[in-house]
């Protein structure tokens, strides 16, 4: 009995030290799996804030590379104004509401290359300068010609095209070139370098000016004015709409064609001859000119 008693009792103190241990084990289990929830739970805290301070960082470092975008440029709102004047085909006029032609497809080049936005503001030829003088525009493109009294007020771009001052008369004109316009009454689009001209060389009595060009023309075959001295590319694209208009042989004058820009701006005058050359030299220019001007 004493033996079996004994046994038992071994049995019990044995099974009792067994339950003791796997409660201690249970117990440090639990502390185990609370440790390593706690691990976890460090782990994804500094995990996360990891995460928020990398979404800080690069947050940062994209406030500071589109800083850096506007602060190295020279339009810090990224937005390219042209003024323009369109009617002066091929250069810029309207296809149903849209300004199309050689001097916008520049602009729009020129402002991708740049990573600018182009915004094109349409406006009487003769307000263009004084657009970009009160900052309304950064600049205009409208086939302006260079001229010594224009760079007093704005800055040129280099040259993108050259322009002829040209004479559109009626086909049975007795006006054969410059000499022949003589008391003659000319039609002009004001403000642009063939009225100056027309002024200077024939008086300013015998010059009537219109809002564009093309009313001019109307003028010239309602016999209102005997001549019209206006760019060659639109003389010729007017002259292409009336069977009795011709534009005479000889060449009143030769220019060049820039944009013109702020000259408050002269890191923007920098941009843009850059952007030209580089036109130049990938054959954009040519391409875009060669678009709407057909050689004969
Ligand atoms: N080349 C001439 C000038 O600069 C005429 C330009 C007219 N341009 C125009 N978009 N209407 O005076």
Do not use: W
Not at 139 to 144: L, P, S
Not at 150 to 168: K, M, P, W
Not at 180 to 201: N, P, V
């Amino acid at each position: 009995m004493k033996k079996i008693i004994n046994k038992k009792s071994i049995l019990s103190v044995l099974l009792a030290v067994l339950l003791m241990l796997s409660v201690v084990a249970c117990g440090d289990k639990k502390d185990e799996t609370k440790e390593t929830e706690k691990e976890t739970e460090q782990e994804s805290e500094a995990k996360v804030e990891e995460t928020e301070k990398e979404a800080e960082a690069s947050e940062e470092a994209d406030t500071e590379e589109s800083a850096d975008a506007s602060a190295g440029k020279a339009l810090e709102d990224g937005v390219l104004d042209l003024g323009t004047n369109a009617a002066f085909p091929p250069y810029e006029f309207y296809e149903g509401e849209e300004i199309v032609g050689i001097d916008p497809e520049i602009a729009q080049a020129v402002a991708d290359y740049l990573g600018y936005e182009l915004k094109i503001h349409d406006m009487e030829f003769a307000n263009i300068i004084a657009s970009i003088e009160s900052g309304k525009v950064d600049g205009g493109i409208a086939g302006m010609t260079v001229t010594e009294e224009r760079l007093e007020s704005v800055n040129f771009s280099d040259s993108y095209a050259t322009g002829i001052q040209s004479i559109i008369v009626t086909q049975d004109s007795d006006i054969e070139g410059p000499d022949d316009l003589e008391g003659k009454k000319i039609g002009t689009q004001f403000g642009t370098t063939g009225d100056q001209y027309a002024q200077d060389d024939f008086g300013e009595e015998n010059v009537q000016s219109f809002d564009k060009g093309a009313d001019a023309v109307v003028a010239l075959n309602s016999g209102k004015v005997d001549a019209v001295i206006i760019d060659n590319e639109p003389a010729k694209s007017f002259v292409a709409a009336n069977d009795n208009l011709k534009v005479l042989e000889t060449d009143y004058t030769i220019e060049d064609y820039a944009i013109a820009l702020t000259k408050t701006n002269d890191a923007l005058l920098e941009e843009v001859n850059e952007a030209l050359a580089a036109l130049e030299e990938s054959g954009k220019l040519q391409e875009i000119i060669d678009k709407y001007i057909k050689a004969e």
